[in-house]
């Protein structure tokens, strides 16, 4: 499996993006996908997690009401929306798959993970 990430920019605080996270492989097989992030001098941080076993999605509290993820109808691409956005959600943005419980305190557990893409509000 195979993630790669797209979407990433600059935007003025308040604005909008979409990350796209394009999943190649056997997309089929996974059982959750997140996103992570990671700012300089700041540890890495879960942002949103969806299990494709059941639906249940989870959010950090820093994102909750403004973030949504979604996963495409073919299952093989993973999207963040991200609106009403803050000068600290600068960051890049890494896109994970497959952890036992699809968690977003580590992100260790996840097998997959794509290169990540910058985004920054200003």
């Known amino acids: 499996v195979q993630l790669v990430e797209s979407g990433g920019g600059s935007v003025q605080a308040g604005g909008s993006l979409r990350l796209s996270c394009a999943v190649s492989?056997?997309?089929?097989?996974?059982?959750?996908f997140a996103w992570f992030r990671r700012a300089p001098e700041r540890e890495r941080e879960g942002v949103a997690s969806l299990d494709t076993r059941g639906g249940r999605i989870n959010y950090a509290d820093s994102v909750k009401g403004r973030f949504t993820i979604s996963l495409g109808d073919a299952k093989n691409t993973v999207y963040l929306q991200m609106s009403s956005m803050k000068p600290e959600d600068t960051a890049m943005y890494y896109c994970?798959?497959?952890?036992?419980?699809?968690?977003?305190?580590?992100?260790?557990?996840?097998?997959?993970w794509g290169r990540g893409t910058q985004v920054t509000v200003s």
């Open positions: 492989g056997n997309p089929a097989s996974i059982r959750c």
């Open positions: 994970v798959a497959d952890a036992p419980d699809c968690g977003l305190r580590s992100a260790l557990p996840y097998t997959y």
